[in-house]
């Protein structure tokens, strides 16, 4: 398994020749002073997960991070369903491993789906991402910037059912609906229900479709050339993976003398960490282990970048609309009492233009009167 | 046992103990008919269970999730083991639970069932009937695909069976059941059940009045909804092929008791209570809709006073009715267009009346400004006169005093 380090401090062996000595300066230490800076700091993520219930999110969630972060959940009964809005609720916990810290936050949207009529069920989704983009940008352009709290949602994992040929008209509208928000992971669920070829038709199935349907789903970005063999192998066969078919169990199973996380079935023994059984440890590894911090990344420069600069946009041409001066500093959108000035100042505009108009009518008709 | 006929003993074998085989021989030789509806999502496995029940392979197309609207495909096929002879029809649910808005999924089944009741219901009715050479169309069984979430019925799961449970006999499965641990089944199945309860809905229940199968029966009810996993792909175990779906992980066998409840579903529908779910479909839910279509239509069985009525007495009495209601509803037609007319030549005279004030005033302004033009006219007329005459008149001095000049200035030259 590679390691999180991947680069090499290269202090050269001090020689006696005094050509190499004056050729070291030092700042080959620098990734160093960034990783003790950084562990000192801490890191945080934000994961949303989505999709119908049932589909095992809760459980997924809890293998990925090996914690239970769903204890006193209560489920509704399918008549309370029928009607039911969408929720967010948030999860966070504060996790260790060698000395660094996580403060992970799981975004979870019970409901989604499950009522009867789903036209729009993602707008409550949308809604909250926009507004952590809308709490950022106004406390990235506040005065006292020292304790921003960054509450972006820096990857959505969506939850695609097994039980179908494909993707389905509320999956796909769903991921359009964030593509231009989030960075959307699509994960074919609870895929101890398919066969091997049924995995792969699947995959292929829903790849085309989400090609077809122009859904901008995350991409892994490209290798550098310089990365070691094994690195550029691994990435290469994730690629060629997704969407991801994954398995969670929040039980630990005896099997082949080992203790291992899976599912019980009288005919075998699922392994949820059998890189043969499913995509459980591409995903763990993907999402934890190399692309967290590219994921925060696209979400700061592309996902928020094109928030802020369709907010300052909107801003600034309501701005010059009320032939107001441009401020350098960006003004947040104001409230609703402005919004009723400037509509009565725009129905006294349109008056004046009328009377202005019936007037020169009058004169034309009574200079044409004068002529006869 | 009727009053008026007392039991008798037989004193020899009379031979009317062969009746039962008579029916049995009879009906054999007709065929039977028997018509399921497999309800359930794009994809949850309707086509390969039916496949796998049946033992062949029907011709079964791969629908898409984009349908906008809920369809049914109804296929008839003629089966035949040992010497009998099965006439099957099975309809299947197209883009069900696909679409954004499902508040009209369930409204396509209802609507496909009440028409299969209403064919049989005309056919009743009709003067010239054949009815034992009717083909019956109506749904015998309705198997209802719930998806293995382990969590609960889905909404539009409960809406749809609370809507049929009183069309049809429902049987509700659990598909793609290898999905779920075994742990996991018995709760999930508890909570269906409870669900299904605590909302009314009445699913069938296999008969248990018939001493031979009422033990079998009572103990299948209790195992409701049945587990199923189809396949139509064999795998070798041992040194046999069967009917199994193969994982990295294990091969779950569909005829393994132990894997899935397929054997207990395909003896439950097919071997045991077929025959009972065709008479429960014609004395229970057809009966309902026949007694509620009449009532609609306005039939009873007795009549106010409580004496017995007959379907030829409430008929023309209906048709009585009807046609007097017509005869109003043709009066009233006739006065309200009368009504109309009037109103519309009150309004075209008003009309003509203004039109032709308004022709009168212009007329009017007209020749006024007519007399004004004429009067302008005379007076540059007179103008133009006295300006001629003036000219004349200048001219001629004009004229005269040039000739003095002309004079004047000859006599000067003269006199130089």
Known sequence: ?372 | MDKNARPLSLSGHVGFDSLPHQLVNKSTCQGFCFNILCIGETGIGKSTLMDTLFNTNFENFESSHFEPKVKLRAQTYDLQESNVRLKLTIVNTVGFGDQMNKQESYQHVVDYIDTQFESYLQEELKIKRSLHNYHDSRIHACLYFIAPSGHSLKSLDLVTMKKLDSKVNIIPVIAKADTISKSELHKFKIKIMSELVSNGVQIYQFPTDDETVSKINTAMNGILPFAVVGSSEEVKIGNKMVKARQYPWGVVQVENENHCDFVKLREMLICVNMEDLREQTHTRHYELYRRCKLEEMGFTDTNPESKPVSLQETYEAKRHEFLGDLQRREEEMRQMFVQRVKEKETELKEAERELQGKFEQLKRLHSEEKSKLDEKRRSLEDEINTFSKKKAATELLQGQSFNTNANLKKDKDRKK
């Not at chain 1, 960054?150 to 999956?171: E, M, T």
């Not at chain 1, 892994?220 to 060629?240: A, I, T």
């Open chain 1, 1 to 372: 398994m590679t390691t999180n380090i991947r680069y090499k401090s290269r202090i050269p062996i001090k020689s006696d020749e005094t050509t190499e000595e004056k050729q070291y300066v030092g700042f080959a230490t620098l990734p160093n002073q960034v990783h003790r800076k950084s562990v000192k700091k801490g890191f945080d993520f934000t994961l949303m997960v989505a999709g119908e219930s049932g589909m095992g999110k809760s459980t997924l969630v809890n293998s990925l991070f090996l914690t239970d972060l769903y204890k006193d959940r209560k489920l509704l009964n399918s008549e309370e369903r029928i009607n039911q809005t969408v929720e967010i609720i948030k999860h966070t916990v504060d996790i260790e491993e060698k000395g660094v810290k996580l403060k992970l936050t799981i975004v979870d949207t019970p409901g989604f789906g499950d009522a009867v009529n789903n036209n729009e069920c993602w707008k409550p989704i949308t809604d909250y991402i926009d507004q952590q983009f809308e709490q950022y940008f106004r406390d990235e352009s506040g005065l006292n910037r020292k304790n921003i709290q960054d509450n972006r949602v820096h990857c959505c994992l969506y939850f695609i059912p097994p039980f179908g040929h494909g993707l389905r008209p509320v999956d796909v509208e769903f991921m359009k609906a964030l593509h231009e928000k989030v960075n959307v992971v699509p994960l074919i669920a609870k895929a101890d229900c398919l066969t091997p070829n049924e995995i792969k038709k699947l995959k292929d199935r829903v790849r085309e479709e989400i090609e077809r349907f122009g859904i901008k789903v995350y991409q892994f970005p490209e290798c550098d050339s310089d990365e070691d063999e094994e690195f550029k192998q691994l990435d290469k066969e994730l690629k060629e993976c997704c969407p991801l078919a994954v398995i969670g169990s929040n039980t630990v199973v005896e099997t082949r003398g080992q203790r291992v996380r899976g599912r019980l079935y009288p005919w075998g023994i699922v392994e949820v960490e059998n890189q043969s059984h499913c995509d459980f440890v591409k995903l763990r590894n993907m999402l934890i282990r190399s692309h967290m911090h590219d994921l925060k990344d696209v979400t700061c420069d592309v996902h928020y970048e094109n928030y802020r600069a369709q907010c300052i946009q909107d801003m600034t041409s309501k701005l010059t609309q009320d032939n107001r001066m441009e401020s350098p500093i960006p003004i947040l959108p104001l409230s609703t009492p402005d919004v009723e000035t400037d509509r009565l100042i725009k129905m006294k505009d349109e008056e004046l233009a009328r009377m202005q108009e019936m007037l020169n009518k009058m004169q034309q008709q009574i200079h044409d009167g004068k002529d006869q």
